[in-house]
């Protein structure tokens, strides 16, 4: 049989187009694919082209597809980790000038990472721990004492933050910060004092008290601020974080996105970042949001960065207040219909569920007059959350951007009812931004509120990827979704509870693109 041309042609087209195809196919076989699809499906590769997963299934099937293939050599893939609620823009900021402590398992390790910054770093440059650990991570269990410091740091000024109700430093800190007595501190803040009644470095009080100290230190410049947003993001990468759902926060000015902007419009991030605005000053929150958000629809912006609405903090009057007045109320109801006009997600830090009536009430009353369910209101926190309160969250569409904290959470509950959960840390400041942190604490906990580790990593996944409304896009690995996927150094499925936390990422892809990559894989990393 001999063919026209017409169809010599057209098989030679469809022979280049299989071609291209499999010229631009990357495969990753013989390993454990988790894909938290609908059936918690787990398969042996999975096959990525332009970006986006085009299939999984055995190995066998899949490698005839590739151009590019990695042996996995019987190591677990995941999807790439969502945190619901990270500080990520704000940590980014100085994390090229910060000494981490998240990962150290004594003190004396964290004292040691304070001496090696000390000789990195010319005399006189600050040293700045802003937060990420605590006492418990280390082997002594205690806090540092400024002598300690000042023997790992002698010609350095030091400041160590504990959350944001404690932090210390050095006696050349306290001078060049002019701090001699609580007169010099933020209200609220005080100086501590040993039985002896000599101060001891330390300063405690209430969280805008710590706040405003860290304020008083040296800001980073925007060069630096750049550095610090692309090697945070590294950071995260490298523990298999692809993408954030970022709530604004303390610090936080209109400036302070300038960075991230940059590395967006440089194509140079490596995390997904889907951010918010907070109300930036006590009094005027309206107007400062009505201002901000006037050029930002909801969703404006692209795969790797989006404006997704407003909060954690909308007005300082309701933040942390368990007794607001009618006023208090009153502003904040206004601002959240405002928001529920336009078609805009809000997500409200709120920690107590025996308060938390007051701000379903709110709530509530915008759903009756703008219905509000399908904009993916969220409450942050609420660790202790009530089956009464997940009842009413279920009822409006609000989900839960839950922390693992000291006590079990009720996320089983919360699942029975039918509120969307979304897992993360609030990190850096008052927590690790290590998920498998998280993850430890989360499924390490004993009773029937404690989540399978397949439903833990769904938390950290799809539920998360719910909050940014992209839960169509990625949160799993499944045909027509973004290639977003890390490999593991161990099994999070099998490996003992106690070595959860020590898991890193061996490779982490965002679209297909490898953003981190360690041995055995580092050669793939271009």
Not at 214 to 239: I, S
Not at 268 to 278: D, N, S, W
Request: charged content about 20%; some cysteine; aromatic content about 8%.
């Amino acid at each position: 049989m001999v063919l026209s041309r017409p169809l010599v042609l057209v098989a030679a087209f469809l022979a280049q187009v299989v071609l291209q195809a499999q010229s631009d196919t990357t495969v990753l076989y013989n390993g454990k694919i988790l894909t938290m699809d609908s059936k918690s499906s787990v398969e042996q590769a999975v096959a990525m082209r332009e970006g986006k997963i085009v299939a999984v299934g055995t190995s066998a099937d899949l490698r005839k597809m590739a151009a590019r293939a990695i042996d996995l050599e019987g190591r677990t893939v995941i999807p790439g980790l969502i945190d619901s609620h990270m500080h990520a823009i704000r940590a980014a900021l100085s994390f090229s000038t910060e000494v981490n402590w998240i990962g150290t398992r004594s003190l004396a390790e964290a004292l040691d990472r304070i001496r090696q910054a000390a000789h990195a770093m010319p005399p006189g440059v600050w040293l700045i721990v802003a937060g990420g650990w605590n006492a418990e991570q280390f082997a002594e269990n205690r806090r540092p004492s400024q002598a300690e410091l000042v023997a790992a740091a002698p010609g350095n000024p030091v400041y160590i933050q504990l959350g944001y109700g404690w932090a210390i430093l050095t006696p050349n800190a306290l001078e060049k910060l002019h701090i001699a007595s609580d007169s010099d501190l933020p209200p609220g803040g005080k100086l501590e004092r040993d039985a002896d009644g000599k101060l001891t470095g330390a300063v405690s009080g209430a969280q805008n008290a710590i706040i405003a100290l860290f304020d008083r230190l040296p800001t980073p410049t925007p060069e630096q601020e750049v550095a610090g947003t692309k090697k945070f993001f590294r950071e995260l990468n490298r523990l298999g974080l692809t993408g954030v759902v970022d709530p604004g926060g303390n610090n936080m000015t209109p400036g302070s996105y300038q960075a991230v902007f940059k590395v967006w419009q440089q194509g140079g991030l490596t995390l997904r970042v889907a951010y918010g605005l907070c109300g930036i000053t006590p009094g005027k929150e309206f107007e400062e949001l009505k201002d901000l958000t006037q050029m930002l629809p909801m969703g404006f912006g692209d795969a790797m960065l989006r404006f997704n609405g407003i909060g954690e903090r909308i007005t300082w009057a309701m933040n942390n207040n368990d007794h607001p007045t009618e006023a208090d109320r009153e502003k904040y109801y206004q601002i959240v219909r405002w928001a529920a006009e336009r078609g805009m997600s809000i997500t409200m830090h709120w920690p107590r569920d025996d308060s938390a009536g007051i701000l379903l009430d709110i709530f509530e009353r915008v759903n009756r007059e703008v219905p509000i369910a399908n904009l993916r209101w969220s409450i942050a926190h609420l660790n202790n959350a009530s089956p009464e309160s997940l009842r009413r969250m279920r009822a409006l569409g609000i989900g839960w951007t839950m922390q693992p904290g000291q006590r079990v959470s009720p996320v089983e509950t919360a699942k029975e009812i039918g509120v969307v959960v979304g897992a993360g840390t609030d990190a850096h400041r008052v927590a690790s931004y290590n998920p498998f942190t998280a993850f430890q604490r989360l499924v390490g906990g004993s009773g029937a509120e404690v989540p399978s580790r397949a439903e833990a990593l769904r938390l950290y996944t799809m539920g998360s990827a719910w909050f940014s409304h992209s839960e169509d896009e990625r949160g799993s690995l499944e045909p027509g979704k973004l290639a977003d996927l890390a490999v593991l150094s161990q099994d999070f499925m099998t490996v003992p509870v106690n070595q959860i936390g020590s898991i890193e990422s061996l490779l982490t892809m965002v679209g297909g693109k490898i953003v981190y990559a360690a041995a055995p894989y580092a050669s793939f990393e271009q």
